[in-house]
T-cell receptor
Framework: GAVVSQHPSWVICKSGTSVKIECRSL??????MFWYRQFPKQSLMLMAT?????????EQGVEKDKFLINHASLTLSTLTVTSAHPEDSSFYIC?????????????FGPGTRLTVT | GENVEQHPSTLSVQEGDSAVIKCTYS??????FPWYKQELGKRPQLIID?????GEKKDQRIAVTLNKTAKHFSLHITETQPEDSAVYFC????????????FGGGTRVLVKP
């Protein structure tokens, strides 16, 4: 149980275009999902916290107009990278915390590798 | 906000030896401390975690210790095997901050056969 999927697993796009990444909790409901970015050989950096039915909370330094997050249901959150540039190339990973969870564990998706040319 | 520092950044050990990774955190209200193993291009995998009301936890060859007073926690891997080679991340979170994780910088562990 507690499986999180991401789609696509990798994507290549041209500079200036937008890319949407989906994060789904397959066998549980998640009121909270988190979006991380990981550059090569670096740690995971939290970008934003996505709450179902409300606006996402962005970490300091993350442009909310560039990284659009929509958590439309208890099993789906999407991250849209708008007007992507080469510096946005990174590994994007989501995680989800089960609704009514009594522990603190988050379940991670497999990640999406974005390359902007 | 929370700041988590992790040392060392790289660690090379001989197969069968022990490996120790240390992390310090800044927010005394943090109450959950997970450790993740990440292989290249893959998702982080939870290997062990500890809550602030516990000082030590062990699972087979892996153990974690927590010193709340000093605000540091450590990962201990005994009898290392080549398949333990990966990048390990510590993290900290607190329930009152929405359980969002702050990660350490990571430790690249190489177990030499």
């Amino acid at each position: 149980g507690a499986v999180v999927s991401q789609h696509p697993s990798w994507v290549i796009c041209k500079s200036g275009t937008s890319v949407k990444i989906e994060c789904r909790s397959l066998d549980f409901q998640a009121t909270t999902m988190f979006w991380y970015r990981q550059f090569p050989k670096q740690s995971l950096m939290l970008m934003a916290t996505s709450n179902e039915g409300s606006k996402a909370t962005y970490e300091q330094g993350v442009e909310k107009d560039k990284f659009l997050i929509n958590h439309a249901s208890l099993t789906l959150s999407t991250l849209t990278v708008t007007s992507a540039h080469p510096e946005d190339s990174s590994f994007y990973i989501c995680s989800a915390r089960p609704r009514d969870s009594v522990n603190y564990e988050q379940y991670f998706g497999p990640g999406t590798r974005l390359t902007v040319t | 906000g929370e700041n988590v520092e992790q040392h060392p950044s790289t660690l090379s050990v001989q197969e069968g030896d022990s490996a120790v990774i240390k992390c310090t955190y800044s927010d005394s209200a943090s109450n959950y401390f997970p450790w993740y193993k990440q292989e290249l291009g893959k998702r982080p995998q939870l290997i062990i975690d500890i809550r602030s009301n516990v000082g030590e936890k062990k699972d087979q060859r892996i153990a974690v210790t927590l010193n709340k007073t000093a605000k540091h926690f450590s990962l201990h891997i005994t009898e290392t095997q080549p398949e333990d080679s990966a990048v390990y991340f510590c993290a900290a979170s607190r329930a009152t901050a929405g359980n969002k994780l702050t990660f350490g910088g990571g430790t690249r562990v190489l177990v030499k056969p």
